[in-house]
């Protein structure tokens, strides 16, 4: 089966401007992560969607928010960017409450913020 | 979720078993251990995962000790393509967030 996709895979973005981003998960998959990666903070989780509800939360400003589709499809907005949000953007799906709830990632969507 | 630690970076010989450790002596009856590795510029891929017993699939094993406090993964004859940031997470199976830590960059040597 198809696997997580992202996109776009590059974007370059001008601070103060708004960003969003799309991922599509693994068909049948109805939980999705999101995570921001950055050298100098590294992988950092930002929120987590299952049925169209927020259902986890990481440390990120309000300025970072996200939604999920009835079909499982989700997205994640950044307002006012700042240069600090250049980063890889990764998004992960799985099926929540299995035996072995492994995520599977997606290529991620490179964000430059200029 | 509990706290893991891991050596910063490590290296291997091509063809050698790589041996991972990681310390998690803060970890609750109920988390898992989970490993991930990222190649670069890739997003992270899944190898292994374990309660109690030791685990072995088509790409690694994972050994926990009896009192569950650390973990070791192994890969049994690693290649260059096994160049890659490995990840040790605890987590409980029905909590899908993933807490990353900083991982181990493992380096194999021609």
């Known amino acids: 089966k198809a696997g997580v996709t992202q996109t776009p895979r590059y974007l370059i973005k001008t601070r103060g401007q708004q960003v969003t981003l799309s991922c599509s998960p693994i068909?049948?998959?109805?939980?999705v992560s999101w995570y921001q990666q950055t050298p100098g903070q590294g992988l950092q989780f930002l929120f987590e969607y299952f049925s169209e509800t927020q259902r986890n939360k990481g440390n990120f400003p309000g300025r970072f928010s996200g939604r999920q589709f009835s079909n499982s499809r989700s997205e994640m907005n950044v307002s006012t960017l700042e240069l600090g949000d250049s980063a890889l953007y990764l998004c992960?799906?799985?099926?929540?409450?299995?035996?072995?709830?492994?995520?599977?990632f997606g290529q991620g969507t490179r964000l430059t913020v200029v | 979720d509990a706290k893991t630690t891991q050596p910063p970076s490590m290296d291997c010989a091509e063809g050698r078993a790589a041996n991972l450790p990681c310390n998690h002596s803060t970890i609750s009856g109920n988390e898992y251990v989970y490993w991930y590795r990222q190649i670069h510029s890739q997003g992270p891929q899944y190898i292994i995962h374990g309660l109690k017993n030791n685990e072995t699939n088509e790409m690694a094993s994972l050994i926990i000790t009896e009192d569950r406090k650390s973990s070791t993964l192994i890969l049994p004859h690693a290649t260059l393509r096994d160049t890659a940031v490995y990840y040790c997470?605890?987590?409980?199976?029905?909590?899908?967030?993933?807490?990353f830590g900083k991982g181990t960059r493992l380096h194999i040597l021609p």
């Open positions: 068909s049948g998959h109805r939980s």
């Open positions: 992960a799906s799985s099926e929540p409450f299995s035996s072995g709830t492994e995520a599977f």
């Open positions: 997470i605890a987590k409980m199976n029905r909590d899908d967030k993933i807490i």
